[in-house]
């Protein structure tokens, strides 16, 4: 089963950075890693992806274990507007070729003005 | 460019009664999928259509939900004989296609049955 663990809840100050855990220690080879976040009242949006190694983005870094088993959103400098519910995801391995994503109940950052 | 779209925002029903929520995806994307997030809670896949190919309905709760996508955009979950227990938001997204994870979401619409 494609399950992620994370903290419920997370608490930066902002403009400091934040390291957001994930641990998926049942990932497959294959499977890559996705990252949404979720501001109060909105749909989801994508934050960054990847498979082996680290990736950055304009929004974020994700720094993968070299086991896969766990990884870690950085966000560099936390604003008021980065606090969201943050999801980390994997493909449900059982979907076929549907791009089904199992999505659980994420870590809810408050960011501290 | 424009973004998912989602319609109505917001809709109150009497139980019983049927409802039907309209998703506008990205234009090009080929793949749409519908999802239900209850207070407090993750999202739960309900649908997933890619092009031509039979929809995923693996998620649907109940035969009371049903979706259809007409023309390989616009697409319309319908639920039937609404209860209490499917108040919730629902969430519409799109993305580009076959090998193409990302998704893109709709706001949503918040469904509160009566």
């Known amino acids: 089963d494609a399950k992620t663990t994370q903290p419920n809840s997370m608490e930066s100050n902002e403009e400091e950075p934040v390291h957001l855990p994930c641990n998926h220690s049942?990932?497959?080879?294959?499977?890559?890693i996705h990252w949404y976040r979720q501001l109060p009242s909105q749909g989801p949006e994508y934050v960054i992806h990847g498979l082996t190694s680290n990736v950055n983005n304009r929004m974020a870094s994700l720094a993968i274990a070299e086991d896969r088993k766990s990884s870690t959103l950085i966000l560099h400098r936390a604003t008021l507007r980065d606090a969201a519910v943050y999801y980390c995801i994997l493909r449900d391995p059982n979907a076929g070729n549907n791009r089904k994503l199992i999505w659980g109940l994420g870590t809810s950052l408050a960011v501290n003005p | 460019g424009a973004g998912v779209s989602q319609s109505p925002s917001n809709k109150v029903t009497e139980k019983g009664k049927d409802v039907e929520l309209r998703c506008d995806p990205i234009s090009g994307h080929t793949a749409l999928y519908w999802y239900r997030q209850s207070l407090g809670q993750g999202l739960e896949f309900l649908i997933y259509f890619q092009g031509n190919s039979a929809p995923d309905k693996s998620g649907l709760p109940s035969d009371r939900f049903s979706a259809e996508r007409t023309g390989g955009s616009v697409s319309t979950l319908t639920i039937q004989r609404t209860q209490q227990e499917d108040s919730a938001v629902y969430l519409c997204a799109s993305s580009l296609g076959f090998s193409a994870d990302t998704q893109y979401f709709g706001p949503g619409t918040r469904l509160t049955v009566l």
């Open positions: 049942t990932i497959s080879g294959t499977d890559y």
